[in-house]
């Protein structure tokens, strides 16, 4: 009995420190609060074109590794710079889904905006739409030696002359013999 009356302050105090602790886990309204707040970067250009569910499982990706990183969310969400750790989270996990399967540049360069640029003709069907993509996705892998290679080139994409410019020309004119003609614009001072 004496035993037992000595070990209660030592559980009370271990009760206490395990009450006090920081939480491992985030809980389930936290998780969902942050993929509330991943829906402002539905905006950018790789993320536009995600079905709703096809954006349920990439905000879940995003989630699920800032909780690793960060277990403690009150912690997490007081912490100076948040919002860039959490942009640097999503464009991260962007470069990942890319580097798992290359055609998903059918995100960062959809068709209907190839199209309207005059890269690709109007009316495809999904199938020549597929191939086109394969295309583009065997020249970019053919070239880029990594991925952050790839996302450099697509961050200093600024030109029609650049080299994904090309490979959509290329791709283009090999599946539907549709020639892009790049106009030179010649600029003078006066």
Not at 94 to 121: C, F, K, T
Request: charged share 25%; aromatic share 12%; hydrophobic share 40%.
């Amino acid at each position: 009995m004496k035993k037992i009356l000595l070990y209660l302050p030592l559980l009370a105090v271990a009760a206490v420190m395990l009450g006090c602790s920081p939480q491992a886990k985030w809980n389930h309204e936290q998780k969902r609060a942050m993929r509330e707040s991943l829906r402002q970067y539905r905006d950018m250009a790789y993320l536009q074109d995600l079905t709703d569910p096809e954006f349920v499982v990439f905000s879940d990706d995003v989630a699920v590794d800032l909780e690793n990183s960060y277990p403690v969310y009150t912690t997490f969400m007081q912490m100076d710079g948040v919002d860039d750790t959490v942009r640097m989270f999503v464009v991260t996990t962007i470069v990942e889904e890319l580097d798992a399967d290359a055609r998903n540049m059918r995100h960062l360069y959809p068709y209907r905006y190839l199209v309207s640029q005059g890269m690709l003709p109007d009316g495809l069907t999904h199938d020549q739409q597929t191939e086109f993509y394969k295309c583009l996705a065997q020249k970019v892998n053919g070239h880029y030696n990594t991925m952050n290679q790839f996302f450099n080139a697509i961050l200093a994409d600024t030109t029609d002359n650049s080299q994904l410019a090309q490979f959509q020309r290329q791709c283009a004119n090999d599946l539907f013999n549709w020639v892009v003609e790049v106009e030179e614009v010649e600029v003078t001072e006066e």
